[in-house]
């Protein structure tokens, strides 16, 4: 019965704050913007060029479903920000919900959403074809990327706007899935230690073991690091 107070709480300081409210929406019109763009793109594109785009569905799809995470993982970040400031976390610590409590509510209202966003986008776009399990296994890693990167934008952001400058650079991160199509060894092994290089590996493979048994460790170790961190050091602030 708390949580679900808290969880109207969230959706209360969603709302009340613009670009919270812009944040958590976008995802509800990418999708589609980027089935237009490609309907009406790919054949302008294919009068000058030779190859073919639905090779690279792949790369496409994995790139727009990171940035679900990447978006609200902000949000997140914004919210712990605004428990900060406003002493809220302080309050918390003192009652029986607790510290670990609260990160709980905040983590499983991002996770709850990435997960959502994940099948909506999927369907949607109608770019490539994924087992159901797979898809659901996806939305589950994406979910602890969304709550790795919002607890990132928490531990180094002092304030909103620094906040925002940090998710811009945290964004690099995207470029992970396109290094296979380099082919430069070193920088694909230095791409398998961030979760983005999995995201792709994993859709691209489809089902595979190697590449779901390194994504799932590589998301955890991420996820685990990150909420000691978070707990440790800010939250106790």
């Not at 900060?84 to 991002?110: A, Q, W």
Request: hydrophobic share 60%; glycine share 6%.
């Amino acid at each position: 019965m708390l949580k679900l107070i808290y969880f109207k709480s969230d959706l209360k300081q969603l709302f009340r704050e613009p670009m919270m409210t812009l944040l958590f929406f976008i995802p509800i019109i990418m999708a589609p913007l980027f089935k237009i763009i490609l309907a009406l793109g790919v054949p302008f594109l294919q009068r000058y060029v030779t190859f073919s785009v639905e090779a690279y569905h792949n790369y496409i799809l994995a790139f727009v479903l990171l940035m679900i995470p990447a978006m609200l993982g902000v949000v997140m970040g914004f919210m712990l920000l605004d428990d900060k400031d406003g002493k809220i976390i302080e309050l918390l610590s003192v009652t029986p919900f607790g510290r670990n409590g609260y990160l709980i509510v905040r983590l499983s209202f991002v996770a709850m959403a990435t997960l959502i966003y994940t099948f909506y986008t999927y369907l949607v776009m109608g770019l490539y074809i994924l087992p159901i399990l797979i898809l659901f296994f996806i939305g589950l890693l994406l979910c602890f990327y969304g709550a790795s990167i919002g607890m990132i934008f928490f531990n180094l952001a002092t304030d909103k706007v620094k906040g925002l400058t940090y998710a811009k650079g945290l964004n690099v991160m995207l470029f992970f899935i396109l290094v296979d199509l380099l082919h430069i060894p070193w920088l694909t092994f230095l791409a398998g230690f961030f979760p983005t290089y999995w995201i792709y590996r994993i859709i691209e493979n489809k089902g595979t073991t190697i590449p779901i048994v390194f994504g799932l460790t590589v998301h955890i170790v991420w996820f685990i690091i990150l909420l000691w961190i978070t707990d440790k050091r800010k939250i106790s602030i």
